[in-house]
């Protein structure tokens, strides 16, 4: 009874070692790829605004109630037509002050030039009554000046994009009250890091994600850059075209990738391939032969492969660092 139980603890565990070192010699089994052709492209991310290519924004520049509105938003108007009105009541009696000013110191002067020319009076004393009528003058030309900015005009011709304010609030100096633009042509304002700026020149092909439009193929166009960028934010402002049929609207946001490097029909590889530069090939006996390739565009998903690999060779994904030179696989085809 001893004897069979211990003939049947050596078959086990003779079959156990057996099957440790079948187990510890298979070879493991990897996924593969194969490189395929395609279209590689650099990109430089950003994030921009649509707006028009001719516009401007219509500002007070005293501080003071809006009386009247011209309620046209989305309207068309002309350069210098009336937008807004604010309250000019003091200026205009300040304005009275002065006429009445005026007209007595007209007096004085015309009193004075008599009793000059009849020598009562000294040249000193017309003078004076000359200099004080110069003065108001003056200070009457000023304040009707003034009295202009109580008046808000549009300074172009265009449709009044926007309109802010009401009757009753007061009007802070600076403060946006009127949009005015044309409608076309558009554009888009980007902001660009420092360190992608290098990369864009003017006439590079941009793809446009707006979130209007998901599913739309928007482009537009790299027309100029700002030549001194922002040293806070560190980005630079890019001006980009847009097609006169573009769907996108004046204040729209959208992501833009502006392709600056572009190669067609190039052999490509899944980037989680690769180490650094290093892809494990397999050779015909399904063995590790890591090769340290050349690459060129470098995606976020692929890499543009230029010397080291073929179409056919295969290819270990995503790459396995427990493998190891020389090293049997078992190959099964992986999706990328």
């Known amino acids: 009874m001893r004897l069979s139980r211990f003939l049947v603890l050596t078959c ?5 070692v057996a099957g440790w070192y079948w187990w510890s010699q298979k070879p493991p089994e990897v996924q593969i790829v194969q490189p395929t052709n395609g279209r590689a492209a650099e990109v430089v991310y950003a994030t921009a605004v649509v707006e ?34 604010l309250d000019s009541g003091d200026a205009r009696a300040t304005l009275a002050e002065l006429e009445a000013r005026q007209a007595l110191a007209q007096s004085d002067r015309e009193r004075a030039q008599q009793l000059f020319e009849r020598r009562v009076v000294s040249q000193q004393i017309y003078d004076k009554a000359q200099s004080e009528l110069i003065r108001i ?7 009707k000046e003034r009295l202009l900015d109580y008046t808000i005009t549009s300074p172009m011709d265009g449709v009044v994009l926007r309109q802010d304010g009401a009757v009753g609030e007061v009007a802070e100096p600076g403060e946006i009250l009127f949009w005015i633009g044309q409608p076309l042509p558009l554009q888009l304002v980007a902001e660009v890091n420092e360190e992608d700026i290098p990369k864009v020149e003017k006439g590079h092909e941009a793809l446009i994600r707006a979130d209007a439009f998901p599913d739309r193929d928007l482009r537009a166009t790299v027309a100029r850059i700002t030549p001194k960028g922002d040293p806070v934010l560190k980005n630079y402002r890019v001006y980009l075209d847009l097609p006169d049929d573009t769907p996108l609207h004046i204040g729209m946001t959208a992501e833009i990738n502006i392709v600056t490097r572009e190669s067609k029909n190039t052999l490509l590889v899944p ?42 060779t295969r290819i270990v994904f995503p790459y396995r660092e427990d493998l190891s030179e020389g090293q049997k696989v078992k190959p099964e085809s992986g999706d990328r």
């Open 12 to 16: 086990l565990s003779v079959a156990a």
């Open 52 to 85: 028009p290519v001719r516009w401007a924004k219509v500002t007070s520049i005293i501080r003071e109630r809006i009386i009247t509105l011209c309620g046209c938003e989305g309207m068309q108007v002309s350069k210098g037509d009336q937008l807004a009105e």
């Open 137 to 143: 003058n003056a200070m009457i030309a000023a304040q």
């Open 271 to 312: 980037l989680a391939a690769f180490d650094g530069s290093v892809l494990q090939m397999l050779d015909d006996d399904d063995r590790i032969s890591p090769v340290s390739v050349e690459t060129g565009i470098k995606g976020t998903r692929a890499v543009e492969v230029l010397d080291g690999v073929k179409a056919e």
